[in-house]
């Protein structure tokens, strides 16, 4: 649904962007994540053919973002991180002023508005001017806009910021339901656990450029390694941190738990287990300790920041 290919994008002399190049297939959820400046909004704006790369190509359920543009902001939903919103307008004639823009019918409009301000807890307000609206509701209204004519592919640039805890539970449960209709999400949030909720992929910017890419999952095992354990036991240790050691690696423990990491905890713990129950040794509990995506994305990004100390210092010394 999305084909980017080695796409930049240059301001004179400052790449924002360079050699990005993402697949993103019918249904599924890609999340841009990176600090402030990374390049995620200049990506998203070329996609969504408001900007055109500098070098590279992209395409949009088909249509090139550069030569077919009209099309592809047919097909499109776009929710930026500071939409503009006409304020003297009621929330309901901001709707249809762009409903009839994607060329939708009368009909269509007013059942989709009702359907979409229900949904997200506007529907009171839909006579309002959009400048009374609070900043949680006026994100939510150009959430609305974005999926007003029911597109194909949605661009979200934080789509929750300015939420309280409820109304972004409702988007993000707006997001899963668009996975289930086989929608395609572009997602660029700061908010590492709404990704790792979200995502079925993450793909990492920094100073322009994917620096990782994959599943939580896969980047989880790439950057963290090996399952980590915790064993509690309702008894001191009595020695089994030394016979750990070589089986396992231990990473912590204290008199009665340890923590460690392995390979394949489907065949270590098994064994683990039965040798404890043959020493008599009571167990309170063996589980998986979760690791985050912020682990991971804190490991990327400090590996790559002393990747560039390096290489600065040694042009320095050159």
């Not at 503009?84 to 009909?107: I, N, P, W």
């Amino acid at each position: 649904m999305i084909e980017a290919v080695e796409l930049s994008k240059e301001f004179g002399e400052f790449t924002a962007v360079k050699d990005v190049s993402v697949f993103v297939p019918e249904g599924e959820v890609l999340a841009f994540l990176g600090p402030n400046g990374a390049g995620k909004t200049t990506t998203v704006r070329m996609l969504g053919s408001i900007l055109k790369p500098t070098r590279g190509y992209a395409r949009v359920a088909g249509f090139d973002t550069v030569t077919q543009s009209i099309e592809v902001r047919q097909v499109i939903g776009l929710l930026t991180e500071f939409p503009g919103l006409y304020q003297r307008m009621k929330g309901s004639d901001y709707l249809r002023f762009f409903g009839e823009l994607q060329g939708m019918t009368a009909s269509a409009i007013e059942s989709r508005t009702e359907e979409l301000l229900h949904r997200f807890e506007l529907w009171e307000a839909r006579n309002k001017q959009v400048g009374t609206y609070s900043k949680g509701m006026k994100q939510k209204l150009t959430l609305v806009r974005s999926m007003l004519h029911d597109p194909q592919v949605l661009f979200l640039d934080e789509p929750t910021s300015a939420m309280d805890p409820h109304s972004a539970k409702l988007v993000r449960d707006a997001i899963a339901n668009l996975r289930r209709e086989h929608r395609t999400v572009v997602l660029c949030t700061h908010n590492l656990a709404e990704a790792e909720q979200l995502a079925d992929r993450i793909a990492i910017i920094r100073r322009g450029h994917i620096i990782a890419q994959g599943t939580p999952a896969e980047l989880k095992q790439q950057l963290l390694g090996d399952p980590l354990m915790e064993l509690r036991l309702a008894s001191p240790m009595n020695g089994l941190v030394k016979h750990l050691n070589g089986k396992a690696n231990v990473v912590a423990y204290g008199e009665d738990w340890v923590r460690y990491t392995v390979s394949d905890p489907a065949q270590f713990n098994p064994v683990l287990l039965s040798e404890l129950a043959r020493q008599n040794t009571p167990v309170i509990t063996l589980s998986e300790i979760p690791r985050s995506l912020e682990e991971v994305y804190l490991r990327i990004v400090e590996s790559d920041q002393h990747l560039e100390k390096a290489i600065q210092e040694n042009r320095a010394a050159a």
